[in-house]
């Protein structure tokens, strides 16, 4: 059985991505889950979701010594959710019956992960109304959320799919969205004098990372006329402490800054930025040494002749790339 992590999840577990076993696809819909983290008024919040299904439960106000134990609350919490679904006590035995053995692994489907991304802006919705109303049912909200039409499932109940499986009956299997939107925020670190100027844009997936550059710098005004890089740690140096760099000088045939520097006009924004939250430098200009932190945000299904890519909001005046000089 596996739970496929988050990078979020993954940095309260205390494990990173590269210390995983790559696992594939398992072949009992019941196998596989995706586990998400989010807050709710300052508190963490789990999302599980059954990859087949869409299936979800939500467990909140918890710690980072739960969470260390995922293992553990998942077993814990999973009957108590399909109890409040009306489920009997031999499916649900039937159930836990399927976890013999928990492996930990990094989410693979892009296309699940929009959908728990659309699953908790409807249960942050329905907690936020519920709190200011007075009228708190938490359990009632999670009900609500398996009972919601999913585009990627056919318009089907998740909590129809998931009786299916149990009932023994083929669920259709959810395919990987090439066509997913990606919303990033570039905030820029340098020469910003301490002000707070960021640009949220948006791309598809499945363009470069050559595309993702000319994006970014657009929405800051700026001309794509000068190499960039995008480098892994975004607070070391870009350079040979770095161990995850995508280079444009690569793809120009001249000297990269490390061995391990890999391309970015075939490389693919979605092989690159793979989770939600992960952060990447981007260097651009190597002369004037212009420098902005990329985070992945949001990813969701395109939403039909949406124009991309787009700014989607500005914060801050940004300066000049080519400020009048001086005579």
């Given at each position: 059985?596996?739970?496929?992590?988050?990078t979020?999840?993954l940095?309260e577990?205390?494990?990173t991505?590269?210390?995983?076993?790559?696992?594939?696809?398992?072949?009992?819909?019941?196998?596989?889950?995706?586990?998400?983290l989010?807050?709710f008024?300052?508190?963490?919040?789990?999302?599980?979701?059954n990859?087949a299904?869409?299936?979800?439960?939500?467990?909140?106000?918890?710690?980072?010594k739960e969470?260390?134990?995922i293992?553990?609350?998942?077993?814990?919490e999973?009957?108590?959710?399909?109890y409040y679904?009306?489920?009997?006590a031999?499916?649900?035995?039937?159930?836990i019956?399927?976890?013999?053995?928990?492996?930990?692994?990094?989410?693979?489907?892009?296309?699940?992960?929009?959908?728990?991304?659309?699953?908790?802006?409807?249960?942050?919705?329905?907690?936020?109304?519920?709190?200011?109303?007075?009228?708190?049912?938490?359990?009632?909200?999670?009900?609500?959320?398996?009972?919601m039409?999913?585009?990627?499932?056919?318009?089907?109940?998740?909590?129809?799919?998931f009786?299916d499986?149990?009932?023994?009956?083929?669920?259709?299997?959810?395919?990987?969205?090439k066509?997913?939107?990606?919303?990033f925020?570039?905030k820029?670190?340098?020469?910003?004098?301490g002000?707070?100027?960021v640009?949220?844009?948006?791309?598809?997936s499945?363009k470069?990372?050559l595309?993702?550059?000319?994006?970014?710098?657009?929405?800051?005004?700026f001309?794509?006329?000068?190499?960039?890089?995008?480098?892994?740690?975004?607070n070391?140096?870009?350079?040979?402490?770095?161990?995850?760099?995508?280079?444009?000088?690569?793809?120009?045939?001249?000297?990269?800054?490390?061995?391990?520097?890999?391309g970015?006009?075939r490389?693919?924004?979605?092989?690159?930025?793979?989770?939600?939250?992960?952060?990447m430098?981007?260097?651009?200009d190597?002369?004037?040494?212009?420098?902005?932190?990329?985070e992945?945000?949001?990813?969701?299904?395109?939403?039909?002749?949406?124009?991309?890519?787009?700014?989607?909001s500005?914060?801050?005046?940004?300066?000049?790339?080519?400020?009048?000089?001086?005579?």
């Open positions: 059985m596996l739970i496929r992590c988050t979020k999840v940095k577990i205390g494990i991505k590269s210390a995983l076993v790559e696992v594939l696809e398992s072949d009992n819909p019941l196998d596989e889950w995706c586990v998400n989010f807050y008024n300052r508190q963490k919040c789990l999302i599980f979701t990859a299904s869409l299936f979800s439960f939500i467990v909140h106000g918890i710690y980072r969470i260390r134990g293992e553990e609350l998942f077993l814990k999973l009957p108590r959710a399909l679904e009306n489920f009997s031999d499916q649900i035995k039937f159930v019956n399927q976890f013999r053995h928990i492996e930990l692994a990094r989410t693979i489907n892009r296309s699940v992960l929009a959908s728990m991304n659309g699953l908790v802006a409807r249960y942050l919705c329905f907690k936020s109304y519920a709190t200011r109303s007075g009228e708190i049912d938490d359990t009632e909200m999670q009900c609500q959320l398996n009972k039409p999913m585009r990627i499932c056919e318009y089907k109940l998740p909590i129809d799919n009786k499986i149990l009932n023994g009956k083929k669920v259709k299997k959810i395919a990987q969205n066509n997913m939107v990606y919303i925020d570039a820029m670190v340098q020469y910003s004098e002000k707070n100027i640009r949220e844009v948006v791309v598809t499945g470069s990372l595309h993702l550059a000319k994006t970014i710098l657009n929405s800051f005004n001309q794509c006329d000068h190499c960039f890089g995008f480098y892994g740690d975004i070391k140096h870009p350079g040979k402490e770095q161990t995850e760099v995508y280079e444009s000088f690569v793809d120009a045939g001249v000297k990269r800054t490390v061995e391990c520097a890999k970015v006009e490389t693919k924004i979605a092989s690159v930025f793979k989770d939600i939250g992960k952060k430098l981007f260097m651009f190597y002369g004037d040494d212009w420098r902005f932190t990329v992945l945000k949001e990813i969701r299904e395109k939403l039909g002749n949406e124009p991309l890519p787009k700014v989607l500005s914060v801050g005046e940004a300066p000049l790339q080519y400020p009048p000089l001086n005579v």
